[in-house]
């Protein structure tokens, strides 16, 4: 049984830690709301990039653009993971690990397919590093100071080995921010891009003047389509993580409570059971002092 010493102990760590959980949660609140900003300014660009591309990429363009023509048989895959730098946000990490091991998995062994990984965040290049999986490349530390430039620089480093032909298709996993105590997975497509030409809009199309013209616009905005659509992942993650952290930050402060409370309760009856045997003691003391007296 513990001694009173043994839980004032227990108490004095539980309450160091509240503290840090209640610290790391108001952190996660700040930074959320800068995170949860970025990403709502960013859809809406995100989502009208992609609806003109959508007016202006017809069969031709499909068929002549690298990054619009499918591959007839696909065997090399690139496998890009967005975990985040640290923990303590709960199961934001492990899903999307989970997710990327099952797809990997299906692939490799069901498919026959060549998979490998690109990792962005550290948790998850720490993860499949360390295991029987093939890391091609790494982003640690991305998210520190992210900006976009630097999310254009590393849109450029995954989409690289495409353009060059080394792999027939690239594949995104990543936590899609939805509130702060919901984050969804998603697993897209990322190359090549399947953004469809709009059937209800052809009829419009030819009454446009393109200048120069509208194969030159579509070599020019596919780049930047690409590079905004990993900005775009880069953000939702960040705001999902914050959001994850702070649940889980909130949830331990609130366990933290609950377990000070049973300590507290523990202590006292621990106290009471002391003094009362204390108590004890001493009147059998005397009983037994009168009776030799006697």
Not at 16 to 29: G, R
Not at 246 to 258: E, F, G, K, R, Y
Request: aromatic share 8%; net charge positive.
């Amino acid at each position: 049984m513990p001694t009173l010493r043994d839980i004032r102990g227990r108490i004095r760590g539980v309450q160091s830690t509240q503290k840090i959980t209640k610290a790391m949660k108001m952190v996660a609140a700040a930074k959320l709301r800068r995170a949860q900003d970025a990403i709502i300014n960013a859809r809406p660009y995100a989502k009208k990039i992609s609806v003109t591309l959508g007016r202006l990429i017809g069969d031709e363009e499909r068929e002549n653009s690298i990054y619009l023509a499918e591959k007839e048989n696909v065997e090399n895959i690139l496998l890009v993971v967005v975990t985040a730098d640290r923990g303590l946000c709960g199961a934001f990490n492990t899903n999307i690990i989970k997710e990327a091991t099952a797809y990997h998995k299906k692939m490799m062994k069901e498919e026959g397919k060549n998979v490998d990984l690109f990792c962005i965040g550290k948790k998850g290049y720490d993860f499949f590093r360390k295991r029987d999986f093939n890391v091609v490349g790494n982003a640690v530390g991305v998210f520190q100071g992210l900006n976009p430039d630097k999310s254009n620089q590393l849109a450029d480093l995954i989409i690289k080995p495409y353009v060059e032909g080394k792999y027939d298709q690239i594949y995104f996993v990543y936590n899609e921010f939805k509130s702060v105590v919901s984050q969804k997975i998603i697993s897209e497509d990322f190359l090549p891009i399947t953004v469809r030409f709009n059937p209800e809009e052809k009829k419009y199309i030819d009454n446009y003047i393109y200048e120069p013209s509208r194969k030159k616009i579509v070599e020019y905005m596919l780049p930047k389509y690409l590079q905004n659509q990993v900005w775009r992942v880069l953000l939702e993650s960040n705001a999902a993580e914050f959001g994850a952290r702070m649940t889980a930050m909130d949830n331990a402060t609130t366990n933290a409570s609950d377990l000070m409370k049973s300590l507290r309760l523990t202590y006292n009856k621990a106290r009471q059971a002391a003094i009362t045997k204390e108590i004890l003691e001493i009147v059998s003391g005397a009983n037994a002092l009168k009776k030799s007296g006697s």
